[in-house]
Each structure stands twice: as C-alpha cells, then as structure tokens.
C-alpha cells in the first residue's frame, strides 16, 4: 500500500473490520468444553478466543510467526538525550544481520521469523525541537514501509524497533496524545543519569511548544515528534488489522507508536495485545491510558521486539491447550 498523505492513512485507519465475532464466541464455548475446571487457564483462555477472533478461525494456529524491527535515527539524539551515541543505531542493524543481538535468541527460541527493516538509518529525521521530525510525504512513506513490511501470510506479528533516542520521541508522542508534560513521560531509555532525564524532559517540552498547532492530530502529532522506525510500527499494525493477523506491542516505543492507531478510531488496537510492561516507567500509564493489559511484566527495558517475542511463547502455549486439549465428553471425564 502506498500512502501520500495524512488524510489516506486516516482513512485507512477509520473503517476497520471488527473482527469474526463468531469465531470468538465459538472458541470461548470450545474453552467450556475442555477438560479443567471452566475459567482454570485465566488469561491464556483470554488469549485463545483473541486469536480466534482476529485470525477468524475458532481454533487459532501459529505455524509462521513474524518479527518485525524497524530501525530509524532521530535528529533528537544530538540533544544529549540517551546514554549511547547515534552511530549505534547502524550498528545494531549490522549486529541483527550478524545474528547477535537479543532479539535474534529470541526469535529463534519462539520459533518466529525476524524480518529487520532498516528505515534511511543514515539519515537521521529533523530534531523536532527545531522543526517537524518528518513532513508529511516522509511521514507517510515510513508508514508505507511498515504497512508492506508485514505478511500477510503470518499468524501473528510481533513489532520491535531500534533507534538511539526514540524513547524520547515516544515520550513527546505520548505527551501529544495523552497530555501532560515532559516530565510525566520520559524515563532512563538505555540509562541516562539524573541530568539527562532534566534534559529529556526539557527537550520534550521544547518539542511540544514548537509542534502545538500540530498536537491535536494524532497523525500530525507523530509526523511532528516521532520518528522513521515508529511511523512503519503503526504502518505494519493497521496492515495487520486489514489482513487479519493478531498484533504483539513490544514496549514504551511501540506502544506509543500505534498509539494514534487507537486515538483515531475507536477499538483501533483491539487486534493488538502488549506483550509486556517494560521497565521504562511511563509504558505502565500509556497501557492504562488504552487500557491495554501486559501479559509479562518482567523488567526488560531493551526494545527490538524483545517483550514482544517472549510473549509469543505464551500465546502459543494458550493456541496449544486450545487446539490440543480433549473436551470431557471425549475423554469420558466426569463435569462439575
Ligand atoms: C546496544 C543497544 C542495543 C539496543 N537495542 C535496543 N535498544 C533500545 O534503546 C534505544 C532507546 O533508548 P534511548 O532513548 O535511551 O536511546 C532504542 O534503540 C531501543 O530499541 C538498544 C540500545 C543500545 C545502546
Ligand atoms: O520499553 C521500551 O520500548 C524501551 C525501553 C528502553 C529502551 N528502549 C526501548
């Protein structure tokens, strides 16, 4: 899909198809029949009629999973605002071909594919203290990356990212979208000391005076104070909700970059669950805000779709008591 403006994208995002709800229904009576107590799986029931609902089928599968990391480099990051320079944004692209970051154990170990997307990672966008991090034809083409990223062949997509700084557009995003101020959305990212947080916080509400015209718009707002890798997240989850794929959202970044999704149609991240809770303190109230509730909470705190991908082992175990369990009849237990 190749998408030139704001307007096509919203578009896009208005409209979305609702999900099978037959299929959910079908799948949360398969749950009644299995053979443990009714309710006795707590939330990888929860998880099994999901799947049902969105894969459209009332015994969901997981046979190909994907993993996608956009990777983007922000023109904030010469404000001093993560503990590690820019250059290693790049150098973790090479470190993902090489096969030796995080994600990479973590793909395998969940039995997904990892699909890197590097978006212009040479070129950094604007500092969006001094201007608009992308214009609206950039914005949009990131958003068109993303959308064509996903396939539409996978069972379930999990969206990571990497890019030196994003925490701080996340925060600014997240700020635009929910208010408050820098201060209420920024947190250590990769470590940043006690100074470097003043200085997120003030640069973030630099970015929020410069771009106030454009706040009240959520796909304006990410154009403004986002960034490459964050506009393909929200391009790869609304290709997701239109091909019927189920979404896992990695941590604060990912969340803050569909975020919009949520903001311009209602139920707009129904398809997506969060894979975690990160470390970074503001996810906690950005999930609160769309009322997203993690499946993990393990003080991870790295992106590149780490929570995400350790989530999955969790949803496919939900799939595989679904799919697998016998119910009492067939197996001649006795019911309550
Ligand atoms: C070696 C290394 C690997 C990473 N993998 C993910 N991130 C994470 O840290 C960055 C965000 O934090 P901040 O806003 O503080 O820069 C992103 O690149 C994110 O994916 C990494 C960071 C580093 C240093
Ligand atoms: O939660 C996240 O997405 C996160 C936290 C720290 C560093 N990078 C990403």
């Given amino acids: 899909m190749r998408f030139d403006s704001f307007d096509a994208i919203r578009s896009a995002a208005t409209n979305l198809p609702g999900g099978d709800a037959a299929a959910a229904e079908a799948a949360a009576a398969r749950q009644d029949t299995l053979t443990k107590p009714p309710g006795s799986l707590g939330r990888l029931e929860a998880l099994a009629i999901w799947a049902a609902r969105w894969q459209g089928q009332p015994v969901p599968r997981i046979e190909r999973a994907q993993i996608l990391v956009f990777a983007g480099s922000h023109g904030v990051a010469r404000r001093g605002v993560s503990a590690f320079p820019p250059e290693v944004t790049a150098q973790m692209v090479a470190n993902f071909a090489a096969g030796g970051a995080a994600i990479n154990q973590l793909a395998r170990s969940a039995g997904a594919e990892l699909v890197v997307v590097p978006l212009e990672v040479e070129r950094a966008t604007e500092d ?169 909470d393990l003080g991870m705190r790295l992106g590149e779709g780490s929570g995400a991908a350790v989530a999955l082992a969790v949803v496919k175990a939900a799939l595989a008591c679904h799919g697998g369990m016998a119910s009492f009849a067939d197996a001649g237990v006795a019911t309550g």
């Fill in 128 to 296: 969006f203290t001094q201007a608009p991090a992308m214009s609206e034809a950039e914005f949009a083409g990131a958003v068109s990356a993303g959308f064509d990223a996903l396939d539409p062949r996978a069972d379930i997509l999990c969206i990571g990212e990497m890019g030196i700084a994003n925490t701080t557009a996340a925060a600014a995003l997240s700020a635009a979208l929910f208010g408050g101020t820098g201060a209420d959305w920024v947190g250590r990212g990769t470590g940043v000391d006690e100074e470097g947080l003043a200085r997120k916080a003030a640069v973030v509400d630099a970015g929020l005076a410069r771009h106030a015209d454009a706040l009240a718009d959520p796909l304006r707002a990410a154009a403004a104070l986002g960034g490459r890798e964050l506009a393909a997240m929200l391009g790869a989850t609304l290709a997701a909700r239109r091909a019927g794929v189920p979404v896992l959202l990695d941590g604060f970044v990912a969340t803050a970059a569909v975020a919009p999704l949520a903001r311009l149609a209602e139920g707009g991240l129904a398809h997506a669950q969060a894979g975690h809770v990160s470390a970074e303190t503001a996810h906690r109230t950005l999930l609160a805000e769309l009322r997203l509730d993690p499946i993990l």
